[in-house]
């Protein structure tokens, strides 16, 4: 991983063989970054996605091999217990153009993954919500 600063955002590059969120963990660790928001492409060799059944308040994982292109990911980074933690989603393409996406569990960087990462003042935090049973966001 490298990055660079360009006024108060981050353009991080990652390489092969990385793996997306203990990547971010790091970064966010080394940079002092409590909450952001953040976008990228590129392409991965494995992603595991699920889809949340609202109904029984649990995700139901898969996990696709690519090579495949990051034709879109977003996601954030909040704070839970005074540890970075990230919510993100992506679409992903194929080799006959067939797009997958869902919530990101796991993400292994095929070739680079190129993200743009933009911090926040305002601090957000995660807390399980009963009625849906997801950990959502929350502004202090």
Known sequence: MKFYKDGDSYVVILKLGEELFGSLANFAT???LKTAWFEAFGATKE???GYYNLEAQKYVWRVFSGPLEITGLQ???AQKDGQPVFHAHGSFADESYNVVG????KLVVAG???LFITPLNLKLTRQLD???GLELLQAE
């Open 130 to 132: 009963d009625e849906v």
């Open 75 to 77: 996601g954030n980074i």
């Open 112 to 114: 680079t993954c190129e």
């Open 47 to 49: 992603v595991e996605l």
């Open 102 to 105: 869902g919530h990101i569990k």
């Open 30 to 32: 080394q940079n002092n």
